[in-house]
């Protein structure tokens, strides 16, 4: 296991993501699953009509930060891009399969999009520390 995957598994699956609407900052906690190939790839399900695809599709770049664990590990990121995904609900299913209160939270999921984050580089902190990462 990487050091990052220790700071995706400290978040518990959830992340705040911050996107722009008209120069207005708007912030949401979301659940994800992370892509197995990838550290740095992240899903979502969405509704396609919510206003967060109607900010990404305007705006890409993100902000993020997951929340924090009892040492203060968290993933920090303004270097980040959303994107509605080409995979499909069936392709992203055996990610999401274990988390039950994510399934729950989402009752018409075969309805909704499949949304990837892409981080590029990110801090990894907690309380006295803090290391960056590069992924392209």
């Known amino acids: 296991m990487t050091f990052f995957e220790e700071y995706i598994q400290a978040s518990r699956g959830l ?3 911050a996107t722009t609407r008209d120069n207005q900052p708007s912030i949401r ?3 994800f699953a992370v892509s197995p190939e990838r550290e740095n790839l992240w899903y979502f399900n ?3 009509t919510s206003y967060k695809v109607h900010d990404i599709d ?3 770049k993100v902000a993020i930060i997951t929340p924090f664990n009892e040492n203060g590990a968290r993933i920090e990121s303004n270097n980040a891009t959303m994107r509605r995904s080409d995979k499909t609900w069936a392709d992203v299913k055996p990610l999401f399969i274990d988390n039950k209160s994510y399934m729950q939270g989402h009752p018409d999921i075969e309805n909704e999009i499949v949304l990837e984050l892409h981080i590029h580089s990110a801090s990894l902190a907690s ?3 803090k290391k960056d990462v590069n992924f392209e």
């Open 15 to 17: 992340v705040f993501v």
């Open 29 to 31: 906690i979301m659940g």
């Open 46 to 48: 969405v509704d396609p």
């Open 58 to 60: 305007n705006n890409d």
């Open 127 to 129: 309380y006295g520390y």
